[in-house]
T-cell receptor
Framework: GQQLNQSPQSMFIQEGEDVSMNCTSSSIFNTWLWYKQDPGEGPVLLIALYKAGELTSNGRLTAQFGTTRKDSFLNISASIPSDVGIYFCAGQLRNFGAGKSTFGDGTTLTVKP | EAQVTQNPRYLITVTGKKLTVTCSQNMNHEYMSWYRQDPGLGLRQIYYSMNVEVTDKGDVPEGYKVSRKEKRNFPLILESPSPNQTSLYFC?????????????????FGPGTRLLVL
């Protein structure tokens, strides 16, 4: 079935640094999603991407839908301690049936003050 | 406020004692789903439902049951829990609308239920 490779698995950065993470797939998606999970909570949607090549920002977060439709990346600029958490990518494809997503394994971000 | 709620948030039980985790959404979403999250294994789908009275197995359905009698509720039932079902469980929902460009709405997650089976 569909699989997503998300990297890096974990990151330890200093407050103020920029962060970049990505997801790649062996097959295409027509929607890419990025979620953040705080410790002890459910994933919260950060950014949704619907078109190949699309670049979307949400505050300090920027995400892009790769032109091949097989990858996506998420950048966080000027990180702050509350950015700590697990970031998940997810892909959706119409043929899966509406709502069904394939998830990456997550990138765990630690920000040192 | 649009949300997915789960109850209980934390549960400790013993092997074999039937339990139900409730999930409810107030967004009129057709699609609902249950996931479990375990260290190193990511989010794995247990069951999902495309609409009332329509349910189907996900990737790890063994030991679980679900029902969808109403659009807003999607309870997860463990008839005879075992220690390997100790996990963090998430309910999620989304609209099944397919837009003109072909994309579907994203899933929105509940806050999670942490289950410990002794």
């Amino acid at each position: 079935g569909q699989q997503l490779n998300q990297s890096p698995q974990s990151m330890f950065i200093q407050e103020g640094e920029d962060v970049s993470m990505n997801c790649t797939s062996s097959s295409i998606f027509n929607t890419w999603l990025w979620y953040k999970q705080d410790p002890g909570e459910g994933p919260v949607l950060l950014i949704a991407l619907y078109k190949a090549g699309e670049l979307t920002s949400n505050g300090r977060l920027t995400a892009q839908f790769g032109t091949t439709r097989k990858d996506s990346f998420l950048n966080i600029s000027a990180s702050i301690p509350s950015d700590v958490g697990i970031y998940f990518c997810a892909g959706q494809l119409r043929n899966f049936g509406a709502g069904k997503s394939t998830f990456g394994d997550g990138t765990t971000l630690t920000v040192k003050p | 406020e649009a949300q997915v709620t789960q109850n209980p948030r934390y549960l400790i039980t013993v092997t074999g004692k039937k339990l139900t985790v409730t999930c409810s959404q107030n967004m009129n979403h057709e699609y609902m789903s249950w996931y479990r999250q375990d260290p190193g294994l990511g989010l794995r789908q247990i069951y999902y439902s495309m609409n009332v009275e329509v349910t189907d197995k996900g990737d790890v359905p063994e030991g679980y049951k679900v029902s969808r009698k109403e659009k807003r509720n999607f309870p997860l039932i463990l008839e005879s829990p075992s220690p390997n079902q100790t996990s963090l469980y998430f309910c999620a929902s989304s609209s099944t609308s397919t837009h003109q460009d072909g994309y579907q709405e994203p899933q929105y997650f509940g806050p999670g239920t942490r289950l410990l089976v002794l």
